[in-house]
């Protein structure tokens, strides 16, 4: 192709493919910070509600042992 033709130039074509590719790897890093990111924020959140639930359940069984029915609570963690 490149005997053929002699206005295409072999190093011009070289040189792109370079900057393409750098410039793709770059992009798919990014996105992949940012979905790793994403992901982190939501396992955090996870975590954050596992947390809650648990003080949720301790607090409610201990004001169930104290008055033997569970009215209302009083959450001071949250």
Known sequence: ????NTALDYNKLELFHL?????LIEL???????????MLAVLNEIDINKNIFQVLKKDRQ???RLTGKCTA??????
């Open 19 to 23: 900057q393409y590719t750098d410039s």
């Open 73 to 78: 609570v009083y959450f001071p963690n949250i």
């Open 62 to 64: 201990t004001v169930f």
């Open 1 to 4: 192709m490149f005997q053929e």
């Open 28 to 38: 798919l890093t990014k996105i992949k910070r940012q979905k790793e990111n994403d």
